[in-house]
């Protein structure tokens, strides 16, 4: 495992570690993983607390992407189509499939978005 990554502490077992939200890189609103850069762990994901009103421009993976809607409101758009979902719901995007989601509730939307990468590959597209 690299040294230079931060871990809140490692675990017994070789490769496992326990990481804390703050100790991922990004943006207050927005932590991300790699599983690449911690012992190649099959999986990315981004740690998500988006503004009302806010959210990603659409976009799509060479992967599936599953998003773990923990608290709030969102309306999710995947290949055209519009869901509206809130906390203790997911939404699960299959491959190569157009999507973006904004939060359309009073409050911080909280979400994990999991990418079924150990390296995150996306392309924006234009609405």
Do not use: K
């Amino acid at each position: 495992m690299p040294t230079d990554l931060p871990l809140r502490r490692a675990l017994p077992a070789p490769g496992a570690s326990v990481l804390g939200r703050d100790d991922l890189p990004g943006q207050p609103t927005s932590r991300r993983f790699e599983g690449a850069r911690y012992g190649n762990v099959g999986v990315s994901l981004f740690w998500l607390e988006t503004p009302p009103g806010h959210g990603p421009a659409l976009h799509e993976h060479p992967y599936a992407e599953v998003f773990v809607v923990q608290a709030g409101e969102a309306t999710f758009t995947v290949q055209g189509v519009q869901y509206r979902v809130s906390g203790g719901e997911m939404v699960v995007v299959p491959p190569r499939c157009p999507h973006r989601f904004t939060n359309h509730g009073p409050v911080q939307l909280q979400l994990i978005a999991i990418h079924a990468s150990a390296q995150m590959q996306q392309t924006w597209l234009s609405e």
